[in-house]
């Protein structure tokens, strides 16, 4: 059993920052690539950001220049900084990990949200 657990989300002025974090737990064997995805009110879910096992990121290009992702391989932990928010930013943000565990072949596994709001 695997589970992604996600902190960090909450209520932000315009302008201000937060950090997500998503720790994965359970019979992992190798996590191939972690990342972050935000479903807006009303809107279909998109991708924020990704990293693979060797550190490669990408971003969507909501987040490019603003939000930093990054991961600590030891605690099977990633993190998003998030700066410079708006109100468009407003969103349930998903964790997801693609890895495989002691029974498994790889698999995507998604975190459970955190909400992110961004209001004055």
């Known amino acids: 059993q695997v589970q992604l657990v996600e902190s960090g989300g909450g209520g932000v002025q315009p302008g201000g920052s937060l950090r997500l974090s998503c720790a994965a737990s359970g019979s992992i064997r190798r996590i191939y690539a972690m990342g972050w995805y935000r479903q807006p009110p009303g809107k279909q879910r998109e991708v924020v950001a990704g990293?693979?096992?060797?550190?490669?990121?990408n971003y969507g290009d909501s987040a490019k220049g603003r939000f930093t992702i990054s991961k600590d391989n030891a605690k099977n932990t990633v993190y998003l900084q998030m700066n410079g928010l708006k109100p468009d930013d407003t969103a349930v943000y998903y964790c997801?990990?693609?890895?495989?565990?002691?029974?498994?072949?790889?698999?995507?596994?998604w975190g459970q949200g955190t909400q992110v709001t961004v209001s004055s």
């Open positions: 990293i693979t096992s060797g550190g490669g990121a």
């Open positions: 997801n990990a693609r890895l495989d565990t002691v029974v498994t072949g790889a698999r995507n596994y």
